[in-house]
């Protein structure tokens, strides 16, 4: 079997620390350990999105609700959004979002909170609206196969609760069909291989 040099091949993107690309933080690497569980967006991907929405990011709350290494929610904080709160499952990776936040002094500006955000359909947390809103949901792309329902109830709850001037970001891969969310029309198709972002201005 042969296997490429290791001198000829370029590091796995997801099989190294991610790191931030802009803003306070910019090149600052995150705690991170590889695991099939965790999907980290892809580096031009993020640049990507934020080259998209980054305006809408100062002075909002960051809520990354499949947060794996929180490189989606780290990056928001710094590009300016006054707080984050970070929702992980797995609560091994969880805790690499603490270390990530004490490593880069900002323990303050954060919260993680361990769980299936899936249940937020039942019981909506409680969260500021005193100021918008930036909601990441970029799942493990299957859960868009396995647990669809689950996956647009959620997007309508949080449609729902946030505050105005909100924004919501749905990432996906090219196999979701976008006439599964909530109010389809309302949202701003944007391919970046090998994702797809849907937008939602509020």
């Not at 709350?61 to 989606?72: H, K, N, P, W």
């Not at 970029?138 to 949080?158: C, D, G, H, N, Y």
């Not at 109010?183 to 944007?190: N, S």
Request: net charge neutral; aromatic share 8%.
């Amino acid at each position: 079997m042969n296997r490429p040099s290791r001198q000829n091949s370029k590091p796995d993107e997801a099989a190294s620390a991610p790191r931030i690309i802009g803003g306070e933080f910019r090149h600052r690497r995150l705690e991170f350990s590889p695991d099939p569980r965790t999907r980290p967006m892809k580096d031009r991907v993020r640049e990507s999105l934020f080259d998209l929405i980054g305006y809408r990011v100062k002075g909002a709350l960051a809520l990354d609700l499949f947060a794996g290494s929180g490189a989606i929610g780290f990056e928001a904080i710094s590009r300016g959004a006054v707080r984050g709160v970070f929702c992980e499952r797995h609560f091994p990776t969880a805790d690499l979002i603490g270390r990530s936040a004490k490593l880069l002094d900002i323990e303050d500006r954060l919260e993680v909170r361990p769980g299936d955000v899936l249940l937020w359909t039942k019981r909506m947390p409680e969260l500021p609206k005193t100021m918008p809103w930036v909601v990441f949901v970029s799942p493990p792309w299957e859960f868009f196969q396995s647990r669809i329902e689950e996956m647009m109830a959620l997007v309508k709850t949080v449609q729902q609760a946030a505050p105005p001037g909100s924004t919501l970001v749905v990432e996906g891969d090219t196999a979701f069909d976008p006439s599964a969310l909530p109010d389809p029309e309302a949202w701003e198709v944007r391919p970046v291989p090998p994702a797809v972002l849907y937008l939602q201005f509020k």
